[in-house]
């Protein structure tokens, strides 16, 4: 299985941004089911900014803390190479899809729960 994976994604080569794909394949996936299953995220939309802004906030706090003490780092190969701060440009759209992908899973359940 790792090597259909290798041959098919990773070519010695060329070096894929496979952070920022992966990112991009969730967002997708997240914004088709949002809408597929018309969900409604929040009461209003200052409620959401407020949600996604702290989450923001904390979320590069955390990351620029834990990278520059080096608890964890990333491989070069497999990033776009925009760093801002610790932290490459991809893990700020990370702080931002992952918890969209998260509460919209958790929508669709909270909704079919309730049927």
Do not use: C
Not at 25 to 54: E, G, N, P, Q
């Amino acid at each position: 299985m790792l090597d259909f994976y290798n041959n098919v994604f990773y070519n010695q080569n060329s070096h894929m941004p496979e952070y920022a794909l992966i990112l991009i394949l969730l967002l997708f996936i997240s914004v088709f089911l949002h809408r597929y299953f018309k969900l409604k995220l929040s009461k209003s939309k200052s409620h959401l900014f407020i949600f996604y802004a702290i989450l923001f906030f904390v979320g590069i706090v955390w990351d620029q803390f834990a990278i520059g003490r080096n608890h964890w780092t990333y491989s070069e190969e497999f990033l776009l190479g925009p760093y801002v701060g610790f932290m490459p440009i991809e893990d700020y759209v990370f702080i931002l899809v992952t918890p969209y992908f998260g509460l919209v899973v958790y929508k669709i359940i909270e909704k079919y729960l309730k049927n």
